[in-house]
Each structure stands twice: as C-alpha cells, then as structure tokens.
C-alpha cells in the first residue's frame, strides 16, 4: 500500500509507515485539532505491518465513521472518511493515497516491512527448558506454548476487539480533566465573584453531596487576579489535588477540585468537568520492594496496564504473584516504590486528598458491623462520610437509590448477620456507592461463596460498570471471566503475564484450561513470563505506550498545603462513632450479658475469702484482719483489671479494616479512638462499681474513715477499682492494635492479668527493692493497690517491715492523689500509644 495522505481543514499530513501518528489538541501531537470536541489525545494511527488501523483513546465525545459512533480500532484506507466529536460536524479526515511513490521510498517501505517481519518473529518467545525427568504424569503441565498472534484483521470498516484507552499528556504537561472536553464554560467577570455550592442561592449549584452548600466561591479581582477562596467546606477545596487552608490565587494551569468536579481558568472563563464515571486508570512501571534479610525482595515488578472507562477488569494469578500488593498500590494503601498510578492522568499518590473520594474499595473481608440492620449500617456510614450540612432526608435519599440499585430495598431491615454471603457482599458495595465513586476495586468478593452466588457477585459487577463506573476485581475464581471486558494476569514474582481480552488468554497461553496455566506458573518458575509477555503482540497493542511515556510532572501549590478536611467536624464524628458503637452493643446481647455476669462473678469469688471476726493487733477503726486484707485487695484489683482488659482487648483488631477504609474516607483518627475509650470506659466504671458493690458490701466490715472523702471511704476504694479497670482497659487497646490477629489477644491478655498479681506489692515487699521497684511503677495494679492501701491503711495491718513502710500505702490524702494520679496518667500515656500505632493501619500514603 503507498502512503497515506491525511487531508483536514485545508491542512494536509503524509503519513510514513515506520512510525505512529498522535491526534488531538495537545499541541505536541503530530496532528493539532484545536477544536474544543477534540480530546487532548483523541486518537493515533499506526501502520500494523499489513495495513493502516486508526484508534481511539477513549475520547470524550468519540469518533465516528459513516455516522456511528465507534469504540474500536478499524482499519483506514484510500477514500476512508472520520468525523472527531461530531458525527455531522466534527473536524472531517479525509484520507487518500499519495500520486506518486519514489523508487526510494518503495525501497524504504520494503525495508520497514521486512523488519516489522523481523520483529515478529524475534517476539515469539522460546519455550523454557524442560526439568530433566525419567517420566512425566499424564496430566503434568507442559511447557508454554508460544505467543498466540492475534486473531487477523476483519474486512474494511469492522472493528477487533476494543482495547483500553492509554491516554496521558507528555512530560511536563499538566493534567487538564483528563483529555476530556470541559462539561461547562461559565463567564468570571472582572470584581465580581461566583460562589459554589449545593444550594439554590449559589451562581454556580453543584448537585453533590460530597459539597458544602456554601462550598467556596471564586473571585475576580479588578487587576486581572483570580482566586479560589474555600468557605470552610466539609470535604474541603483542592487545587492540584491539594487541600487550601482559606484562598489561592490561580495561575494558568491550576486545577480546583470541589467534590466530583474540577475547574481551571481559561481567560476569563470558567472550565467544569464533572466526574461521572468516565475516567481512565492506569498503572505505570509499578514496582514494589520490601525488605529481605540485609537487602530488598521485588514483589511487584515493572506492571503497566491500562483501565478503560466503563468496564470491568479482572485480576487473576497464583498465589505469591502480588495481586493484594498491587491492589495496595493501585489504591494508594502502599504506594509502588517506583511507577505511578493515574487517575484520568492525575498522579493518584499526590493527588490522594481529593482523588481518595472518588475511588471505591470493597475488601475482602466485610468492612461492616453485621450486628447492625442494612438500613442502619448505611445511615451511619453517610453521616460518616457525607458533609456535617447533608441533611437526614438528602442522606435517607441517597440510601434508597442505592438500595434500589443493588436490590438490596427488601433485606433493608434485616440484620447483616442474617444475610447471606453474597449479600453481605453487595451490602459492602452498597456502603461504597454511597459517595458515587468512579472507580471500584474489590478484593476477593467471591471468597468463599458457591458457583451460583459467584456468578451473582460478577453479575453485580458487570451491571455496576455498564451503569457508568470503572470496577477492578482481584479474584481466585476463574468461571466468569467471559463478564470482563479485560484480563491482567499475574506471574509468580509480581510481574505481568498477560493483560487483554478474556477470551484470547488461554490461547496467549497455549493451554485449554486454567488449572493448566497456573500449573505451569508452578513448574516453570524461572521461567521469564514477563519478557514473554513484552515480546508479544498483545504487549505492542495493549500495554507499550503505557511504558513509553515519560513521568508525569504533577504542579504543585506554592505554599505548604493543610491537611485533608474531615466531611464532618471533630465533634459530629465522635458523636456519630458513639451513638454507631452504642447501636453495635446493644445489638450484641451476649455481650450485654457477659458484661454484666463477668464482674458480678469476679466481685463475688473476693468474698470467699474469710474475714477474721477478730480486728488484730491494728485499731479499732480499720475493718479487715490483718492476715486477709490483702488478699482480698489482690482479688478485687485482679478483677477489675481482667475485667477492663477483656472489654477491650479485641475491639480494634476486629474493626481493623473497617478502621482503615473509613480512615481513606476522611474519618479522624483521634476521634474513633475517643470514642471507644468513652463508650468502654463508662461500661468498665460500671463493672467496677459492680465489683465493688459484691466485694464490699457482703462484708460486715470495712473501714470507717477515708482520706479524701473522710465518711464514705468505701468511695474512694470504689474509684481506685474503677480507676484500674480503666487503665486496664487502655492496656486492653494497646494489645489490640499491636496484635495482627484476634486469636493472638488472649494469651496477651492472660499474661497480662498474670504479671499484675505480681506487682500488687502484696505478695512480696516490693518498696526498698531496686529494680524490681522500678519496673513496679510501670504496672497500673501498683498503683490502684496503693491507693486501695492508703484508704485501707495497710502499712499497719500488714506492714512489710515496721521500720521501713511503704510511702506508696502512707494514710494521707495527698498520698492518695498521688497513687489515682499516676494510675490515670498511665492510661492517658496508653492513649497516646494507641493513637500512633493506628496509624499502621491507615493508607500509607496518607502517613507520607
């Protein structure tokens, strides 16, 4: 075939087939449309070896041949005609064939395709070498077969299979709305302003629940200035993904992100692009390391794909192959040491405090209390998530849309727990759609469910990206794939095996089953399964452009950027985490009980210690003999700390990843600490005031003065039990978000009860003993024993050594404050440490 001439507007391209055309409005695209339905890389066009094929990168507003629209590559040739972003009036390409073709350049067309033939034979990769053995089962894997080609071009005008849109500026090129074509111009007149917001009075309404409804308000000032200035919004005010603490003055290429949409300033118009779910994904060069003996283990290893818009991709591969690392990545949880991911061409790890509302994950296990009905788990869920001004009939609103949309509207009332596995699955998803996300990963979502319900969760899927979102699904199962519309496979290490269509995998691979290739996974483990994948044509049409262009230049803010805004204040969320924590165990009625009949019984085994009828040689006052006093403190103080430990120890652990998707979403971690420590810290004063209640009053005698509240010395004995369940209590956190299983809290826990009955200083003096005073200090029963003793006065019932008694036991008020004081302080002091180890449970990225 000659060369192929391009006619446009008046302007006329020869196109040489030894390289590839880009066209868009990009100006450094080979050829420039500048015409606003054009995306900013619209479409390429190549010469494949035996013909000309002209592709679309998923632009905006399409490509159109014979006035229908088309998604895929076709072919081009001599008298071919396609109109961009219009099918009437859209810039026309005409194409034709050249007049004339030189000697020379018949030479250098031969050449080119001699060496394209070249290239093709050299992709088809060697079969590995074959383990020397005596003999083979019958059913071994054998060896992979060569690349499969892809299959051969159909007639003129029939399209091959789609494939993703790889769309991305050049370096240095900032990002603007991905290639799209803003939905909106708005005009900015000069000294005048135009507020955002969800409300009717704003110039500019945004129907988005993720906006304040005064949200923040653009304005022109007289000398030609621009500014962005956030009106204390919920969710916060962006420009260039980062959040602005009050006003920024724009400059040309900044983009303002408010909710789903983003802005930019061209002359004096005003550019919006809303978000509706027709963005592009990809992944760059991802590789991730992690620390091996004295140097570094690759687990995940140079991956590049793209996502399009609007479709369903599935990610397969043995296990060991980095599927959850490069979900972690994908989602920004861990970040890729190199590489970098783009939403819609905007750096995901640098853009995360604006992107991370826009992304939805589901894993793979349920980020729900399944004490809780559908309904409530999902109120909670959008006052969580939703602005502190969304009203409860806006939230109930949008609860119902997407009960309606899931069919989940007849199991609304019903708890979680009483679902089944499918449906609890879909009940997460219905959590995530809530702030209508774009882009959807699931990990996992037919774990452990039959065929059926299998087939049911990837029909779900199948309908949530033919409804205008992007859903990526990490999964084992292999039955639905045919749903997808494309197919990344994982080899072991971490690296690529293949990625396109489903339905051209297994024969990529050579092999008629799955079971087959995942067994040659584990045969040929050496096997170099990425550099075949690179040495295929489905790499040159699928993944290439991808690894051929350059890092992404990100702009930044001149000034440093606040922290990402919370959708609620402070207050709201600790308010709305208490009345949701509340909800949970009063739902929980064995815990009820548990929680009742635990201290009733710890309080009633103090009293199996008799009391001697006798006072001993102490005064008459004092209300224990000399020789049970003791013991029957330790039984109360062990108690109360088993009792506050139990209540705790497990909480964290168990919401971990319900923990960690909220605190993406924007949930304050202080909060969500803050309200366990009031909700467990009420219910572990009552237990011990229960405690106290059996272990004091079954006896006859108690003492008859205190040091504080000089009447009622009960009193302060009470508090200083109470007071060590709570520290107990905060111990019980520190365990739980140190530990990362649940089995593993237990014995913790009764190692922990253990090593307080040593401390209690009433077993063995411990006082004028160094080093083991010491470590003493550390030990909250210490120091409840000690403000016990001083009501109790226990350097005269069972003092230790006469001479030498212990200051921490001395029957003075201020000795007492001191003992409660340290005792509360080293609870306040475990608080701290919980709040910085939950940090480990966040989004890295978010911690960067």
């Known amino acids: 075939m000659p060369e192929l001439v391009l006619e446009s507007n008046g302007q006329t391209w020869t196109l040489d087939q030894s390289r590839s055309y880009s066209l868009g409005r990009d100006p450094q695209s080979d050829v420039v449309l500048d015409d606003a339905r054009v995306s900013w890389r619209h479409a390429t066009i190549r010469w494949s070896g035996t013909t000309w094929l002209f592709e679309d990168l998923g632009s905006t507003n ?47 067309q031969q050449a080119s395709a001699d060496l394209y033939a070249a290239e093709t034979s050299l992709a088809q990769p060697r079969q590995p070498a074959r383990p020397a053995q005596a003999a083979r089962p019958a059913q071994a894997a054998q060896p992979p077969a060569a690349a499969a080609q892809p299959p051969a071009q159909p007639a003129w005008g029939a399209p091959p299979p789609r494939v993703p849109a790889q769309q991305g500026p050049g370096a240095g090129t900032p990002p603007v709305y991905g290639d799209r074509s803003p939905t909106t111009l708005h005009q900015l007149a000069l000294g005048r302003f135009m507020r955002i917001g969800r409300a009717l009075d704003n110039e500019l309404v945004v129907s988005d629940l993720q906006v304040s409804r005064h949200h923040a308000e653009f304005r022109a000032h007289p000398d030609g200035r621009y500014e962005i200035v956030d009106l204390g919004s919920h969710n916060g005010t962006y420009v260039n993904g980062q959040p602005i603490q009050r006003g920024h003055l724009l400059g040309p290429n900044d983009i303002v992100g408010v909710g789903h949409s983003t802005f930019r300033l061209v002359g004096s118009q005003l550019e919006e692009f809303v978000d509706t779910g027709e963005v592009s994904f990809s992944a760059r060069r991802l590789t991730v390391r992690v620390p091996a003996g004295k140097g570094t283990k690759t687990i995940l290893d140079d991956v ?126 219905a959590l995530e759609l809530l702030t209508k996300p774009s882009l959807i990963f699931l990990d996992e979502p037919t774990s452990g469910l039959d065929p059926g319900m299998d087939r049911d969760v990837m029909k779900l899927l199948r309908g949530l990206a033919d409804d205008g979102r992007t859903v990526l699904v990490v999964t084992h199962s292999v039955a639905e794939l045919a749903l997808c519309d494309k197919l990344l496979v ?88 208490i009345r949701r924590y509340l909800s949970v165990i009063a739902s929980d009625r064995g815990f009820i009980g548990l929680m009742v009949i635990l201290p009733a019984v ?76 009031i909700v467990l810290g009420v219910i572990t004063f009552v237990q011990g005031v229960i405690i106290s209640a059996i272990g ?153």
């Open 490 to 577: 994982m080899a072991p290490g971490g690296s690529v095996a293949y990625f396109g269509p489903p339905d051209e995998a297994l024969n990529f691979f050579g092999y008629e089953t799955w079971a087959d290739v995942f067994s040659a996974f584990e045969s040929y483990r050496d096997y170099d399964w990425a550099g075949r994948w690179k040495g295929s044509q489905h790499y040159q049409i699928y993944a290439a452009d991808l690894d051929a262009v350059a890092p992404q230049a990100v702009p930044v803010i001149p000034h440093e950027a606040s922290r990402p805004p919370k959708p609620q204040g402070w207050g709201s969320q600790l308010l709305t985490l």
């Open 304 to 429: 590049s794909f793209g996502v399009p818009e609007k479709s369903l991709v599935a990610v397969i591969g043995p296990s060991g192959s980095g599927k959850s690392t490069l979900l972690r990545a994908l989602t920004g949880y861990r970040p890729a040491d190199d590489g970098e991911v783009l939403y819609d061409n905007r750096n995901l790890y640098k853009q995360f405090a604006e992107l991370r509302q826009r992304i939805g994950l589901v894993p793979q296990d349920d980020i729900l209390h399944k004490e809780l009905s559908v309904r409530t788990a999902l109120r909670y869920a959008a006052k969580l998530r939703f602005p502190g001004d969304t009203k409860a009939a806006e939230r109930e609103s949008r609860i119902n849309e997407v009960l309606g949309e899931l069919k989940l509207d007849i199991h609304a009332d019903k708890r979680i727990t009483s679902l089944s596995g499918g449906q609890r699955k879909r009940v997460s998803v």
């Open 696 to 848: 004091f009053g079954l006896r006859d005698k108690l003492p008859t003065e205190g040091v504080i509240v000089k009447d009622l010395p009960v009193v302060e004995m009470t508090l200083a039990v109470a007071g060590l369940g709570f520290t107990s209590m905060m111990f019980g956190l520190v365990i739980s978000a140190l530990v990362k299983t649940a089995e593993k809290t237990m014995p913790l826990l009764v190692m922990f009860a253990i090593v307080q009955v040593v401390f209690t200083g009433v077993l063995f003096q411990l006082y004028a003993k160094p080093g083991i005073e010491q470590v003493a200090w550390l030990m909250p029963a210490r120091w409840a024993v000690a403000a016990l003793g001083t009501t109790a006065q226990l350097n005269v019932l069972m003092p230790w050594d006469p001479k030498n008694l212990d200051q921490l036991w001395d029957h003075t008020a201020a000795q007492w404050a001191i003992d409660m004081g340290v005792l509360i302080g080293i609870g306040a002091l475990c608080g701290v440490v919980v709040l910085r180890l939950l940090r480990r449970h966040e989004p890295e990225v978010m911690r960067k």
């Open 62 to 108: 399409g490509t159109f041949v014979q006035g229908q629209r088309t998604t895929h590559q076709f072919q081009l040739g001599p008298g071919s005609a396609v109109n961009l972003g219009n099918a009437t009036d859209g810039p026309r390409l005409n194409f034709s064939a050249a007049r004339q073709v030189p000697q020379a350049q018949q030479v250098r």
């Open 602 to 677: 710890l309080g009633f085994v103090s009293t199996v210690i008799p009391a001697d009828s006798g006072l001993g040689p102490g005064p008459a006052k004092l209300a224990f003999a000399n020789q049970d006093v003791g013991s029957i403190l330790l039984i109360l103080a062990v108690g109360a700390c088993f009792s506050g430990t139990a209540n705790s120890v497990r909480e964290l652990i168990k919401e971990r990843v319900i923990y960690e998707r909220e605190r993406a979403t924007g949930l304050s971690r202080s909060a969500y600490l803050m309200s366990k420590i």
